[in-house]
């Protein structure tokens, strides 16, 4: 008896095709919402570090030019009236702000340094969210997953002793199915999770990273402007 249920236990297609397609449509939504998280997790990944390199790589280009000796003045008309990249916009909110605080006779309206911090703070705001965009589809599939994985399963084991009830069978051939099918959906749960917790925290740590250099870079900024502020 336990020789002719073990053999029709190996006969059954324990394959990840055949245990979705034997899975109840409740255990399949799951499997599907999870396969689809995942996709949206890596594409998320993959696009995040295409965006902080490339940040990098602008702010190293346009720290070269501002540290040139080039005129800000001149650094300013070449960048023009539509900034591409965050540094070039950060500058570009400064020195906005710097030349409308001037009267026409060339006296500085009082108040020019808190309005030119001001506005570098809002543009370093916006390019903050922009690096930071997508990161909370991360969080929230590192959190959730796992257990939208265990709802599959759960409904899957209830399917399966639903059937060993019907058939009033226990033999391996009857149980293992179902369980398996179950079983998938909280490794899918899974691999969908790990990657989003992982990569949250490394995307997180470069954003902030990345904004720090930003602040950094306005500090600097804001002390030359204060400087002439000064004289």
């Known amino acids: 008896m336990e020789t002719e249920a073990l053999a029709a236990a190996q006969a059954v297609d324990f394959s990840l095709a055949a245990l979705f ?6 255990v399949k939504l799951v499997m599907i919402a999870l396969v689809l998280a995942s996709f949206w997790v890596w594409a998320i990944v993959i696009q995040k570090f295409i965006n902080y390199r490339a940040a990098r790589q602008e702010t190293a280009e346009f720290d070269k030019a501002f540290w040139s000796g080039e005129p800000l003045d001149e650094l300013y008309d070449q960048i023009g ?9 950060i500058f570009f909110a400064g020195m906005t702000e710097w030349n409308r605080s001037h009267r026409r006779d060339g006296a500085l309206i009082a108040g020019a340094q808190s309005r030119i911090d001001r506005s570098m703070d809002v543009a370093i705001g ?26 599959g399963t759960v409904w899957g084991i209830k399917h399966a002793f639903e059937e060993i009830a019907l058939q009033q069978n226990t ?16 490794a899918l749960g899974l691999f969908a999770a790990i990657p989003a917790v992982i ?18 870079f306005a500090d600097e900024f804001a002390t030359i402007l204060s400087r002439q502020l000064e004289g």
């Open 81 to 89: 009236e539509v900034p591409r990249s965050a540094p070039e916009k």
């Open 21 to 26: 397609w034997r899975a109840t449509f409740t």
């Open 126 to 151: 916006r390019e903050s969210d922009r690096l930071n965009g997508g990161l909370t589809v991360l969080a929230t599939v590192g959190a959730t997953a796992p257990f939208i994985g265990l709802f």
């Open 171 to 186: 033999s391996l051939a009857v149980v293992a199915p179902g369980i398996a099918e179950a079983l998938v959906a909280t």
């Open 199 to 216: 990569f949250y925290n490394k995307l997180s740590s470069d954003a902030e990273r990345i904004t720090s250099e930003y602040e950094a």
